[in-house]
């Protein structure tokens, strides 16, 4: 196959390495070119995030390749080759390609199951293609790659449930309200957590954000941030009625949001759901206000609860992803064994063998009336015609064969003659 | 003759979708049930064809007697499930849903194709009207009910905070409220008007709008509590699990109702 990856992640290489490859490697307009003009480099895609680095290659020569793409990469980090060589891992043929569907698939991300990475890869393949430095195998495994991330992804759960606190609140509060768009949200303390809710929140849609912070100034910093409204502190339970989402994490020492208030709230509200979060250790909202009808009320607990779960219910979900893996691996070795040449003129040979056959059989009626020598003979013409005419494409196979470099002749012959 | 044919082959997938809906509980995926949907659409294409070549055969809308009133009450369901999954997205929904519409269908069947030689009286647009409006009325109640079971569930799945996977699987609870507002809002109207166009019919054969009778009073039962349902909704604005509860044991208390009455009074009303 003469496919080589190579490439380091977040677990083979410390921040400071993938930070200074990730740099230069980003370029990919500079780096691809660049790439290509190593001899023994056929076809290239160069994938480029903050978590790995990776270079996949069809390549003439595996061990010259290998060293080539090595002094490639120690050239563009700038750094000392004995550190770097520890970092890189190699991979060759089904190896690299079982490699590049783990990533694909986000098997091999930080965070198992995120789906960036195969946006990543697609933006990856698209300046390849841009480049025109993908042929026939990258090609096909690119788009086999993002198959078997699809399949990953509706087969398994893998990226099915949230894995952070905050996350794991706006999937419930998506599971409350349905679609988020056009819900407002108010945001008692405007810490680093609530800050980072509110990012998410913000991204589902959510319209607006009320923000109470016990120091005005901060709550007005981070309204601006949010395109929000600041409130004064002692004022919030003013905005409770207006509000669908609550999300707490105060420092205060006891409970800030009680059972009378969310009650109040609540009958002053058209829209008679809340779901109150709270994120603050201790906690900021009464637990009674939670057995209000129509109220929902997670604590810090009860999320971490729901994440720990979901990383578990991912861990055995990885195993599945893996097993679909190690099937699409063996389907693309398919493939690629019936793109070799061999087979391919097999094929042609009995589909030409078939037809004359048939032809033969059809007529059938009329060779009768002929004697056994002579029907022998019009076996004979039409099996040379056939030779005749196959033997220059199959010249042709076989040459292209031997050049071991690109396969253009077998796919097409595949496809003109539907083998 | 071929109608039958086709009410057996559309109940048999309903059956395949109503299945493949536990598969998905089961599973607790979502994929399933989006096949098991596609499934109940094929089921009601076939039904409705079921419908048509009946309605040919004997040159009048099927809609007296057990099979084809029942018959009716299950397509009306499924075609107002489907129809609600182009706004919202439950389809897990169907597990629920599927499982009455097969039930609904096995008891038709018991009286499969008969019927429809009913008495002369029991023939005109008007009777048809009153059937068919009543039953869409009350079928969307039926789906109202599942949809409120389904909201009950999910809120004391949210409010235990565990099966992460299964609230996961369940449609959201503004969704579920929201089928169940809608069945309530659009079959309240359908019901009145089935009412009323009973009620003429029988001011011109029996020559009174009213006979005490006691489907007629159950009737009248099920359209005050409904109609109350739907105030407390407009008007005073019951929402989520208040509203659920309250049309899931209306809904039940009907039914029951219903088969009281058929076991132990007669009524004038018998033609079902």
Redesign the interface.
Known sequence: MQLVLIGMNHKTAPLEIRERLQLSCAEVDRTLPELMRLTEIREAICLSTCNRVEVISRVTDSEQAVAGLKSFIYGQGNLDIAEMERCLYVYRDLEAVRHLFRVTSSLDSMVMGEPQILGQMKEAYRMAVDHRTTGVLLNRLSHHAFLVAKRVR??T?IA??AVSVSYAAV??A??????LKGKSVLLIGAGEMSELAARHLLRQGVGRIHIANRTYSRAEEMAALFQGTPVAFDRFPEVLPEVDIVIASTGAPGYILTKEMVATALRRK????LFLIDIAVPRDIDPAA?EI??V?L?NID?LQ??VD??RE?RKTEAMKAEEIIAEEVTAFEKWFNALAVVPTIVALRGKMEGIVRGEMERSARWLGGLDAEERLRIEWLAASIVNKILHDPITGLKEESREKDELPYVAAVQRLFKL | MMGIVLFKVALAVYLASAVVYGGSLWG??V?PARFATGLMFAALVIHTFSFISRWLADGMIPAIGLYDVLSFFAWVMAAAYLALQLR?KTRVLGAFVSPVICVIMVIASVELGGGVGASAILKGSLVTAHVMLSITGEALFAVASCAGIMYLL?DNL??R?KE??L??L??????LD?INYLCLFWGFPLLTLGILAGSFWARIVWGSHWQWDSKQVWTLLAWGLYAFLLHQRLVI?W????AARWSLMVFTALALLLIVGKLFFRTAHNFM
């Open positions: 509706t087969e759960g099915g449930n999937e419930l998506k599971k409350i309200f349905g679609n058209r829209d008679r759901l939670g009808e129509n929902y997670y009860h609860d729901v779960a979901n219910v | 607790r995926r994929m919202t999910q949210i409010r905070k992460g996977s609230i996961r369940f449609p959201s609870l503004r969704d929201r604005g929402q989520g699990r208040k």
